[in-house]
């Protein structure tokens, strides 16, 4: 699988920079644009939701098998942690509208932890490529 | 020299000033015909009074496209000039609105093919029968691929200030907040969700809510809510992300000085 590596500031202003990229291999990849757009929304989502800062953030894009894959990390954010695996509740949750179990199980196909350490954990977004409704 | 029987502009019949205007460009014509129309621009201007913007601007811009229609018409078409002006007229107010729109500087030639491209998915998706490719948009604009990628980042510059309001859908009106919650939640769940959300949804216009319940309740995709609203793909995915920004930002508490990714 083809793999694209980014790593910039956390900081909003990058934001652009990222989802350009982000559209870039989605191209590549012949991805639909409905796709790529949920795609783009996700990572947007789970970035700008999050209430611990990193200094740096680093977003890696695979690409193959008819599917994109987004990583990004590493990440700290505990409550953005729960909401993914599942052990906060949408009920319950500061935000339910915006809880992001919900929001990303819409978005992608797939979404999971990968490679958790002490500094914080890595997300994975998975997308088809096609999105046919 | 003026002719003292020639009756004044204001007591011509309108043939006679649009004669006059065509043939002998003739200024007293032109500001003639431009007062007597006014009235239309106002009523028109005042059809978008709801959308945030001076009635007195909207009115200067239309009065703008009332000139180039009365500049532009050609009486011998067979239609009547406020037939021919009336769209003349919108269009201006419209782009007014448009422009307006665009919260950072973005080249032009970037902010017409962001509209090009909004009227290119919608094609798109009816001749594919499938949400279009970044190949597939490229081709049909005779653009590259990055330039599209460009344009619809500059999109995402765009503020759609709603000139068409809210009333695009008959669902709006019975949408409540209660439709947007799961139905497996009980009862004292129900309560909480309604705790948090009531607030923040206030914030949204009906149809944003209405999209966001469609999106991330009922999982209706981008182009399914968008043949059920009546608006473009491109536009339910600005007002997405819209909605999304506004709840964050009420629940949260995300200030101007937020600026983490």
């Known amino acids: 699988m083809d793999r694209v590596c980014l790593t910039l500031p956390d900081s909003s202003a990058y934001l652009p920079l990222l989802r350009l990229v982000l559209g870039g291999v989605a191209a590549r990849a012949d991805m639909t644009f409905e796709a790529m757009d949920d795609l783009q929304l996700a990572v947007e989502h789970v970035l700008r939701g999050r209430e611990a800062k990193e200094d740096q953030i680093t977003m890696e894009v695979e690409m193959g098998d008819g599917r994109i894959n987004v990583y990004l990390g590493l990440l700290s954010d505990a409550g953005l942690r729960a909401e993914i695996l599942g052990r906060s509740r949408p009920a319950t949750a500061s935000m339910p509208l915006l809880h992001r179990g919900t929001v990303l199980r819409r978005l992608v196909d797939d979404c999971g932890l990968e490679r958790e350490t002490p500094a914080g954990f890595s997300l994975r977004l998975t997308k088809m490529c096609r999105c046919d409704g | 020299m003026v002719d003292p029987l020639e009756p004044p502009p204001r007591d011509l019949p309108e043939k006679v000033l649009l004669r006059r205007i065509r043939q002998e460009h003739d200024q007293g014509a ?3 015909l431009i007062t007597r129309y006014l009235p239309l621009v106002r009523g028109l201007a005042r059809r978008f009074a709801s959308r945030g913007q001076p009635v007195e601007d909207l009115i200067q811009v239309g009065s703008i496209g009332l000139i180039k229609a009365i500049d532009r018409f050609d009486p011998d078409r067979g239609v009547e ?159 997405i992300r819209k909605a999304v920004d506004v709840l964050r930002q009420t629940i949260v508490g995300e200030g101007e000085h937020d600026t983490r990714l």
């Open chain 2, 30 to 32: 032109r500001e003639e």
């Open chain 2, 81 to 239: 000039l406020s037939t021919y002006a009336t769209p003349t007229i919108m269009g201006e107010i419209k782009r007014y609105f448009r422009d307006k729109g665009w919260a950072v500087k973005v080249p032009r030639a970037l902010q017409d093919l962001n509209v090009r491209l909004n009227r290119v998915v919608e094609q798109l998706t009816v001749d594919l029968n499938r949400s279009p490719s970044i190949a597939d948009m490229a081709k049909a604009c005779g653009v590259s691929e990055e330039e599209v990628l460009e344009a619809l980042e500059s999109g995402r510059a765009y503020n759609s200030l709603s000139i068409y309001g809210s009333g695009t859908s008959e669902e709006e009106d019975a949408f409540e907040i209660a439709d947007c919650l799961g139905g497996e939640e009980g009862a004292y769940e129900l309560v909480e969700q309604r705790r948090f959300l009531a607030p923040a949804m206030e914030h949204l216009d009906e149809r944003e809510r209405l999209i966001l319940h469609l999106r991330f309740f009922e999982g209706m995709t981008q182009t399914q809510i968008a043949a059920r609203v009546g608006i473009s793909q491109m536009h339910v995915s600005r007002l």
